[in-house]
């Protein structure tokens, strides 16, 4: 089985600062790794997957994320944040075809 | 494409009663999942089709919940004797994998459905 652990349930941060999201999970095997954003009302919307090969992924919105497989870490990052990235941010785990999602981190932007 | 669409979008009942949702996914997209999102926590798994069979449900299911895919389009989740337990937001998502691709393919989700049980 696998687990995932977002450690922050919340990030202020102030708009155009940079903000790192945090994802850390435990697995027996080797999995995939995503991080999805949802915002108000709305469904989850896949920003980025790590699947094999460069750690450094690049997703939608200027978002990225590094895989550390010493760590099990997959953070997110983003080097300047806007009012509009204000949403839930999940980080989902799987070795196969069913994943586990973290609880998510609400990202909220202040002006 | 137009996205994968829920209905309904909210859901109040009573307890006891049955409810069913329905989920129309992408339209070329084989695989379908439904899920269950509690306030503060992120969507657990509930079961998953591959076209029309029901290929895996979570342990975590109760009996009084039943999904289908009749000819591998929409599907639906059917919750029976409804409890106040099970309110929560309904996800539905799907996806297009292929053989091998062992499960690294995205997924797309519904809006979701929000049953309250009174």
């Known amino acids: 089985a696998q687990s995932v652990t977002q450690l922050d349930s919340q990030v202020p941060v102030f708009e155009e600062a940079p903000v790192e999201l945090r994802c850390n999970y435990s697995?027996?095997?080797?999995?995939?790794l995503f991080w999805y954003v949802q915002y108000p009302n709305q469904g989850l919307q896949l920003l980025l997957k790590?699947?094999?090969?460069?750690?450094l992924v690049k997703g939608i919105n200027g978002f990225e994320a590094e895989f550390n497989k010493s760590q099990t870490s997959f953070h997110l990052r983003k080097p300047s944040v806007h009012i509009s990235d204000t949403a839930e941010y999940f980080c989902?785990?799987?070795?196969?075809?069913?994943?586990?999602f973290g609880r998510g981190t609400s990202l909220i932007v202040h002006p | 494409d137009t996205g994968v669409s829920q209905n309904p979008r909210h859901k109040i009942t009573k307890r006891g009663q049955n409810v069913t949702f329905r989920c129309d996914p992408i339209?070329?997209?084989?695989?379908l999942y439904w899920y269950r999102q509690t306030l503060g926590q992120g969507p657990e798994f509930l079961t998953y089709?591959?076209?029309?069979?029901?290929?895996?449900k979570s342990r975590l299911l109760s009996d009084r919940f039943s999904a289908e895919r009749p000819k591998g389009s929409f599907s639906t989740l059917e919750i029976q004797r409804t409890e106040q337990g099970d309110s929560a937001m309904y996800l539905c998502?799907?996806?297009?994998?292929?053989?091998?691709?062992?499960?690294?393919?995205?997924?797309?989700f519904g809006p979701g459905t929000r049953l309250t049980v009174l």
């Open positions: 998502a799907s996806s297009l994998n292929i053989d091998g691709d062992r499960g690294g393919v995205g997924q797309f």
């Open positions: 697995s027996s095997v080797s999995v995939y």
């Open positions: 790590y699947l094999s090969g460069s750690t």
């Open positions: 989902a785990v799987t070795p196969g075809y069913i994943p586990t």
């Open positions: 339209s070329e997209h084989n695989r």
């Open positions: 089709f591959q076209n029309e069979a029901q290929l895996e």
